[in-house]
């Protein structure tokens, strides 16, 4: 009977643990939409954005991660959309 008691325990500390660590990780991403950004930096990405190469536009994400706290993903969305030129 004591057997039972420790494959029903483990058992749970498996299936809970991947649970708790997937929960941990959602909290700590940061909501796009609640991101405000200073017009210094979104002139620091529109200038890099200016140089036209891969690297200027990889610096500009890199910078806007740093200062937002922005995943890779949205970071990368919202300089594509600040580096975009302007359409009259």
């Not at 643990?17 to 997937?22: K, V």
């Not at 200073?38 to 036209?52: F, I, N, S, T, W």
């Not at 890199?62 to 995943?71: D, H, I, Q, S, V």
Request: aromatic share 4%.
């Amino acid at each position: 009977m004591d057997s039972w008691i420790w494959i029903t325990l483990i058992s749970l500390a498996i299936l809970t643990i991947p649970f708790l660590a997937i929960r941990r990780a959602a909290k700590s991403r940061v909501d796009p939409t609640e991101v405000s950004i200073d017009p210094a930096m979104a002139a620091r990405v529109k200038e890099l954005y200016r140089q036209g190469d891969k690297a200027g536009r990889l610096q500009a994400v890199k910078e806007l991660r740093a200062a937002t706290g922005l995943g890779l993903a949205d970071a990368a969305r919202i300089a594509d959309k600040l580096g975009q030129p302007k359409r009259p």
